[in-house]
């Protein structure tokens, strides 16, 4: 083993279970330790507790004392220094005072609504230039002296609608080191939403979210071919973060980067070495129909050979970043600059799985078996007919398929509480039978393409997955049976 697998490979093992600890930068981790280092100094057990508060409160009060000169201050020459303090007490403090700091920012540090109410006022107080009637209003220096009222009230007002937090978050970004601060910021704001809905935290996610949109924007990052040839430290992080199929081994790592494999990372010069987020391509002769196909079953083929471009794993680095869609930019990134290396690939498709589909099939199966016990429905579908919400899942062919060949492996009444029965166990011997799978694959695949197609949340598709493909661009192109972890998954054509 050469030094540099000795060295990812002594990475990957020391790296914490929790991604999202990565994200803390080397600086936190030095100022933890210090933390920690003089905690163990400390002497008697019977004061350590009323210490260990009144450290926290006065490191929070340190920190929001920072916080406030870096909003507040104007001397550039000590600005930096200013910003070093607040980011590096920002790490050091618990998640507790990370909450409170932040309601902080959140509440004492938002626009000014006084202001912006009064001029509100003057602004319907004027009179727009040409509606008096006066006729002597109409030439073009009186205009000009009525519209330069309110060029001003509105550039007032434009002005007074800027929280003043913003001038933490512009200061932070041009400050080294201070974007990857404002992610860890926003990944904060966004697991403390997680647990409570609180609007001036909610307007401050939304106010920042806008911010890294777009300063994150396409013509500011730079793609990168991620290969074998790039630093230790790089391919730790690609090892740390894969969050669709886990990197198992060096082997694995070696090639997801080799022959007839791609991986590409959108890379920001305020982040260096460390990609924001990464896709990973697969060149085959054609559409591979199983993940297995093109993780471990086939070597890679010639690449001259190859007719497909299949996108299987994306994953963002940054939790900071939820919802600021990079992938999209990404993948046509990719697809041009595919096209431009590789002219004879002309299909270009994702082997993405299909999360929200058993849920939805497991949630339709008991409501609507629920809804036929309490009508007491027979199995004719006469009988069905009549009811508002009762729907019949399964085409009659398939109901008859399922009863027939479902023997003993489940029992029921009809042909949706069979299939019920039969996705419900956590064993699923059933798929061992050649006669049931091929009289429950059509249903499914029909299933699964409703729910694909037609399931949708406020006009977009329910499955969060095919939502963000379909938005790219792609169209659905069919429905697989894919691996034994996660029965159903699906294949999503792109242009």
Same mark, same amino acid.
């Given at each position: 083993? @050469?030094?540099?697998?000795?060295?990812?490979?002594?990475?990957?093992?020391?790296?914490?279970?929790?991604p999202?600890?990565?994200?803390?930068?080397?600086? =936190?981790?030095?100022?933890?330790q210090?933390?920690?280092?003089?905690?163990? @100094?400390?002497? &008697?057990?019977?004061?350590?507790?009323?210490?260990?508060?009144?450290?926290?409160?006065? =490191?929070?009060?340190?920190?929001?004392?920072?916080?406030?000169?870096?909003?507040?201050? @104007?001397?550039?020459?000590v600005?930096?220094?200013?910003?070093?303090?607040?980011?590096e007490?920002?790490?050091?403090?618990?998640?507790?005072?990370?909450?409170?700091?932040?309601?902080?920012?959140?509440?004492?540090?938002?626009?000014?609504?006084?202001?912006?109410?009064?001029?509100?006022?003057?602004?319907?107080?004027?009179?727009?230039?040409?509606?008096?009637? +006066?006729e002597?209003?109409?030439?073009?220096?009186?205009?000009?002296?009525?519209?330069?009222?309110?060029?001003?009230?509105e550039?007032?007002?434009?002005?007074?609608?800027?929280?003043v937090?913003?001038?933490?978050?512009?200061?932070?970004?041009?400050? &080294?080191?201070?974007?990857?601060?404002?992610?860890?910021?926003?990944?904060?704001?966004l697991?403390?939403?997680?647990?409570?809905?609180i =609007?001036?935290?909610?307007?401050?996610? =939304?106010?920042?979210?806008?911010?890294?949109s777009?300063?994150?924007?396409?013509?500011?990052?730079?793609?990168?071919?991620?290969?074998?040839?790039? &630093?230790?430290?790089?391919?730790?992080?690609?090892?740390?973060?894969?969050?669709?199929?886990?990197?198992?081994?060096?082997?694995?790592?070696?090639?997801?980067?080799?022959?007839?494999?791609?991986?590409?990372g959108?890379?920001?010069?305020?982040?260096?070495?460390?990609?924001?987020?990464f896709?990973?391509?697969?060149?085959l002769?054609?559409?591979?129909?199983t993940?297995?196909?093109?993780?471990?079953?086939?070597?890679?083929?010639?690449?001259?050979?190859?007719?497909?471009?299949l996108?299987?794993?994306?994953?963002?680095?940054?939790?900071?970043?939820?919802?600021i869609?990079?992938?999209?930019?990404?993948?046509?990134?990719?697809?041009?600059?595919?096209?431009?290396?590789?002219?004879?690939?002309?299909?270009?498709?994702?082997?993405?799985?299909?999360?929200?589909?058993?849920?939805?099939?497991? !949630?339709?199966?008991?409501s609507? !078996?629920?809804?036929?016990?309490?009508?007491?429905?027979?199995?004719?579908?006469a009988d069905?007919?009549?009811?508002?919400?009762y729907?019949?899942?399964?085409?009659?062919?398939?109901?008859?398929g399922?009863?027939?060949?479902?023997?003993?492996?489940?029992?029921?009444?009809?042909?949706?509480?069979?299939?019920?029965?039969?996705?419900?166990?956590?064993?699923?011997?059933?798929?061992?039978?050649?006669?049931?799978?091929?009289?429950?694959? &059509?249903?499914?695949m029909?299933?699964?393409?409703?729910?694909?197609?037609?399931?949708?949340?406020?006009?977009?598709?329910?499955?969060?997955v095919a939502?963000?493909?379909?938005?790219?661009?792609?169209?659905?192109?069919?429905?697989?049976?894919?691996?034994?972890q996660?029965?159903?998954?699906?294949?999503? +054509?792109?242009?």
């Open positions: 083993m @050469n030094k540099k697998a000795l060295a990812i490979l002594m990475r990957a093992r020391m790296r914490p279970n929790d999202s600890k990565l994200a803390l930068s080397p600086l =936190s981790n030095e100022v933890n210090m933390l920690s280092n003089s905690q163990g @100094n400390q002497a &008697p057990h019977a004061t350590e507790d009323g210490n260990e508060k009144l450290n926290k409160q006065r =490191s929070f009060e340190v920190v929001r004392d920072s916080m406030h000169s870096a909003i507040s201050m @104007n001397k550039t020459e600005l930096d220094a200013v910003l070093n303090d607040f980011s007490g920002y790490f050091s403090l618990s998640f507790e005072n990370r909450r409170k700091l932040l309601l902080t920012l959140a509440k004492e540090y938002d626009l000014n609504r006084t202001q912006v109410r009064e001029l509100i006022k003057q602004y319907l107080g004027l009179q727009l230039p040409g509606v008096s009637g +006066n002597a209003q109409s030439g073009g220096v009186e205009d000009e002296g009525f519209l330069s009222t309110f060029y001003r009230i550039r007032n007002l434009r002005h007074s609608l800027k929280p937090y913003e001038v933490l978050f512009e200061r932070l970004n041009t400050h &080294p080191g201070g974007l990857k601060v404002l992610t860890i910021l926003r990944a904060d704001i697991s403390i939403l997680a647990e409570e809905n =609007s001036s935290l909610r307007a401050l996610d =939304s106010y920042l979210k806008e911010k890294l777009t300063w994150l924007s396409p013509a500011a990052l730079e793609l990168h071919q991620i290969t074998w040839d790039d &630093p230790a430290s790089l391919l730790e992080k690609i090892v740390a973060y894969e969050a669709v199929h886990p990197i198992s081994n060096l082997i694995d790592l070696k090639r997801r980067l080799g022959v007839g494999r791609r991986c590409f959108y890379f920001h010069s305020a982040i260096p070495g460390e990609p924001l987020i896709i990973e391509v697969a060149l002769k054609a559409v591979a129909q993940i297995q196909e093109v993780l471990w079953d086939h070597p890679p083929i010639l690449e001259s050979e190859a007719t497909c471009a996108f299987y794993s994306i994953s963002s680095t940054q939790p900071g970043l939820a919802g869609n990079l992938g999209k930019f990404l993948i046509k990134r990719v697809i041009t600059l595919v096209k431009r290396d590789m002219p004879h690939i002309s299909v270009f498709a994702t082997l993405s799985p299909i999360p929200g589909f058993m849920q939805w099939l497991l !949630s339709k199966l008991a609507q !078996s629920k809804l036929g016990e309490a009508e007491d429905i027979s199995c004719s579908s069905r007919s009549g009811l508002t919400f729907e019949n899942l399964l085409e009659p062919e398939e109901e008859r399922l009863i027939e060949s479902s023997g003993d492996f489940a029992a029921g009444k009809n042909g949706m509480e069979i299939m019920l029965n039969l996705l419900t166990p956590t064993s699923h011997d059933w798929t061992n039978s050649s006669k049931l799978l091929s009289a429950f694959k &059509p249903a499914l029909r299933l699964c393409a409703r729910y694909l197609l037609q399931e949708k949340k406020r006009g977009k598709a329910l499955d969060s939502n963000f493909h379909l938005q790219n661009g792609a169209v659905c192109n069919a429905v697989s049976i894919i691996d034994q996660s029965p159903f998954g699906g294949r999503i +054509n792109s242009f």
